[in-house]
């Protein structure tokens, strides 16, 4: 317990940022749902401290408050002290973590996830015939799984085969005048393979050549939040080593979540940084292709920002879709995360699930057909719940828009 | 200590999600957001409805347990740290806005309404709730109440008790207790909702308050002035209200605040500036134009050097000068001491050059900035509170601060209450017989002293 502490210790240069003003309750979606300080992140850090500090004796009993974050980050993006929120809540599971362990499903699963994504890869075809025979179709693709704890979600079918296998190696472009690295991340690879098929061809059409990972490697960040960071220096390692060697100047990624694993956090942890700028594919159309697309919706369209879409960027993205996507765009009032946080969506359903639905009810009562997002995990949790409420909206990327009209007007 | 039965009584009334009683959770409210040490309550309960605070009441004073009341926990002054442990009782759940009437300009709201969520309602119907402390955006309403929030529209709108109209409680006895009302004019009985303002959750719960709305300004005009001299830059606040204009805004940053502010944010300030002002006027466009000239020539005639805000986007550029006062300061190190010195408004220029004397004399890192135009300052230490020797001396400054501004005709504070922060201070200000007075009103309705005791030091 005393390494415990004294490592917790080590915490305290970061802890002692926090000036205690609650500026957090305002940004955190847990709070707004919980109204209790243990939830935001001015609690969490007091009582980090108050372990160190020698207030708390029972310093596992904090894991529970420290698991209940969805690490949207939008304590830090908004903390006007500047506190690190995320490398601290990081740390502090991890060293929890040394004495209450994860349980050995839990494990397992990390290892599968983290350690082999061949056979998570082997396993995705049966996923898909299972969710045929073991789900309700709900809508279109969507589906409702029969039995446990899954029999509450509105879930995307699984890719029959991953993106990655289907797509994996160098897409050149003709006339090609750079390359690029495209981490598709697990997300996008399982459940949203349209996304990867619409970079490659975007890309590929304004003379951008694609490399495509053939094994796609987890970023590493259902580890950290779990706690277990030594698992997650593995993966970025290991994906920066593989990045790193190819040679070009960017890696194009569309999963805002796991470009902040793998080219923010990542390197904090690691101490290893990417040699290449990581930018998610709609910026890169904006800042670096420099190019307009003139899609025409004849539905009411609205925007959910990702909580991990860098901040700088976050208003870009609104303008961004303003300048592509002609029609009747709805700002919405709940600006709010979507409440999914990956595992923390697996761990507490009920309450991830809860933050979604405030949004779904207005994009219900403004019979917004179409959210535009560009993160798979905000795209899962929105479906689910834009289902439960009985909206007929659809979650889309705005990538697959630009390639249909690229493609439609080749003919 | 609570034993088990005492907590299940508890738990009958709210049920067991609503009391906490568990370390790791009662920690989360042994602090706000005064820099002291932490104090654990006993137990935390989070009431749905009034109802439930009646029971709460009569259990505590059964089993003598001293109750604080809390809102969002944003207090400067320690208000709501439990020092005598006991009940936290919670009013984050009793947040709905019960009524806004556009005819007649009031809003009846709950205790734990978000002051940012009834100013944003009230500007939905064409109406205006003026108070806007720093922390809009977090605290309640009932906390804006308990310690008289102010903000930076306090020198042409007041504070949160120019709004107040009613307000309804319990006392400690549980009787439900009604003050004040909707009317405009009101003079039936004691003036309960003047008793309550600033008191700290010390003469009873408060639940739901009427609160004043007016119209809202249809026309605005900001600018920022910069100045070679911080006295110029007091005096130009001095002549501008004596010359009859009152600017809704009247806010002042010194050297070390604007040259913070810059290197966080890289807006363009002058870091050779001395201070800086920000000025605004609202109202009709004709009066605001009329005054806007008037105040230019008085800034220049001191020697300020005017950017004035045309469009909408300038203007938000010149407030997050202000804005970030605060934040950029506590980058700086890791304890922020934010003071709240107050003077009348003629002698702000004797306490900036009293703040910036202790300063040296104590070798501390502060810096200055707040609502020049009614008189109430911020002079912001930069500590760290591991550091014990600094920490005297910081302890000596802030005698020395409040002790001028008293000096100077001021109070200890403008808008962050006394809690436990300044207690030590009142007899200062208000003398032994006030002290005494405060006294025997607290005891006639709290003779147990359960109500926040130790606050005022009451």
């Known amino acids: ?411 | 200590m609570l034993n088990n039965a005492l907590i299940k009584k508890f738990e009958s009334i709210l049920g067991k999600n609503n009391c906490f009683t568990e370390p790791e959770d009662t920690m989360c409210y042994s602090y706000d957001a005064f820099s002291a040490e932490p104090v654990q309550p006993d137990i935390v309960v989070k009431p749905q409805n009034e109802e439930q605070i009646k029971y709460i009441i009569n259990i505590c004073k059964d089993e003598n347990i001293p109750i604080v009341t809390r809102g969002a926990g944003t207090n400067l002054s320690g208000g709501t740290v439990p020092v005598k442990k006991g009940c936290v009782l919670l009013t984050t759940c009793l947040n709905k806005i019960l009524e806004i009437n556009e005819n007649d300009m009031y809003a009846v709201v709950e205790a734990g309404v978000v002051t940012a969520n009834l100013a944003n309602a009230a500007i939905k119907k064409g109406l205006f709730y003026p108070p806007d402390p720093g922390s809009v955006n977090i605290s309640t309403i009932g906390g804006n109440v308990a310690e008289n929030a102010g903000g930076l529209r306090g020198l042409k709108y007041g504070v949160t008790k120019d709004y107040l109209m009613g307000v309804d409680f319990y006392d400690m006895d549980g009787n439900y207790v009604k003050g004040g009302g909707k009317t405009v004019k009101l003079v039936t009985g004691l003036n309960l909702p003047g008793l309550m303002i600033s008191s700290e959750g010390l003469l009873g719960i408060m639940t739901k308050f009427v609160l004043k709305l007016i119209p809202k300004p249809k026309f605005s005009k900001s600018m920022l002035v910069i100045y070679d001299d911080v006295i110029k830059a007091c005096e130009t606040v001095s002549e501008i209200i004596a010359a009859k204009i009152l600017p809704a805004t009247l806010e002042l940053l010194d050297s070390f605040t604007i040259k913070t502010v810059e290197e966080a944010t890289k807006i363009g300030l002058p870091t050779n500036a001395d201070a800086l002002l920000l000025i605004e006027l609202d109202g009709h466009e004709a009066q605001v134009l009329e005054d806007f000239e008037a105040v230019k020539d008085i800034c220049i005639k001191l020697g300020g050097n005017i950017k004035v805000a045309e469009t909408a986007q300038e203007r938000d550029k010149l407030w997050e000068a202000r804005r970030k006062a605060l934040s950029s300061l506590a980058r700086l190190k890791p304890t922020l001491i934010l003071e709240d010195a107050t003077v009348v408004r003629s002698k702000i220029p004797e306490m900036m050059k009293a703040i910036n004397d202790i300063k040296n004399k104590y070798n501390l890192v502060i810096g200055t900035f707040g609502h020049a135009g009614d008189g109430n300052l911020h002079p912001t230490i930069l500590t760290d509170k591991r550091d014990k020797e600094e920490m005297v001396r910081v302890e000596k400054a802030i005698d020395e601060i409040f002790a001028k501004a008293l000096e100077l005709d001021g109070t200890l504070s403008g808008e962050h209450g006394v809690g436990f922060a300044k207690a030590k201070y009142l007899e200062m200000e208000v003398g032994s017989g006030t002290i005494e007075y405060m006294k025997k009103l607290k005891k006639g309705v709290d003779p147990q002293n359960l109500l926040n005791p130790h606050k005022m030091g009451l």
């Open chain 1, 1 to 411: 317990m005393d390494e415990l502490i004294k490592e917790l210790k080590e915490l305290e240069e970061l802890v002692l940022q926090c000036m205690k003003c609650g500026t957090c309750q305002a940004h955190c979606p847990l709070y707004q749902k919980d109204l209790l300080e243990s939830t935001v992140a001015r609690g969490k850090i007091s009582l980090i401290e108050s372990v160190y500090e020698g207030r708390l004796e029972n310093a596992t009993k904090i894991l529970k408050h420290l698991d209940y974050c969805i690490l949207c980050g939008r304590c830090k993006e908004n903390c006007p002290s500047g506190v690190k929120t995320d490398e601290i809540f990081l740390k502090a599971k991890a060293v929890l973590r040394k004495i209450e362990k994860l349980p050995s499903w839990g494990k397992a699963i990390l290892k599968i996830v983290m350690e082999k994504p061949e056979l998570l890869a082997k396993i995705a075809p049966l996923m898909h015939i299972g969710m045929k025979f073991g789900a309700k179709r709900v809508k279109n693709d969507i589906f409702k799984p029969i039995l446990g704890s899954f029999s509450k979600r509105n879930v995307k079918q699984i890719a029959k085969k991953p993106f990655s296998k289907t797509h994996g190696g160098f897409h050149k472009a003709q006339n090609e005048k750079m390359e690029v690295y495209f981490y598709p991340g697990c997300a996008a690879n399982f459940i949203f393979p349209e996304w990867g098929e619409g970079i490659i061809s975007v890309l590929n059409h304004f003379g951008v050549s694609v490399y495509v990972p053939e094994v796609n490697k987890c970023c590493g960040i259902p580890a950290a939040t779990l706690g277990e960071l030594e698992t997650y220096k593995k993966m970025v390692n290991e994906n920066l080593d593989d990045i790193n060697k190819r040679d070009c100047e960017y890696v194009i990624t569309c999963c805002p979540t796991c470009q902040y694993a793998l080219s923010e956090m990542g390197p904090k942890v690691t101490e290893k940084s990417p040699n290449k700028h990581f930018y998610d594919i709609l910026m890169f159309l904006d800042e670096v292709l420099n190019v307009k697309f003139d899609v025409n919706l004849d539905e009411k369209f609205s925007l959910h920002t990702p909580c991990h879409y860098l901040s700088p960027k976050k208003a870009n993205l609104k303008k961004h879709l303003e300048e592509n996507i002609q029609g009747d765009f709805v700002v919405l009032e709940n600006q709010s995360c979507c409440g999914f946080g990956g595992t923390f969506n697996m761990k507490k359903y009920d309450d991830s699930k809860a933050v979604g639905m405030s949004k779904a009810e207005e994009v219900k009562s403004k019979n917004v057909k179409k959210i535009f997002t560009p993160c798979p995990g905000c795209a899962m949790q929105l479906t689910d719940a834009i289902v439960e409420v009985g909206s007929q909206a659809t979650v889309e990327h705005p990538i697959v828009y630009y390639a249909k009209e690229l493609k439609n007007n080749a003919f």
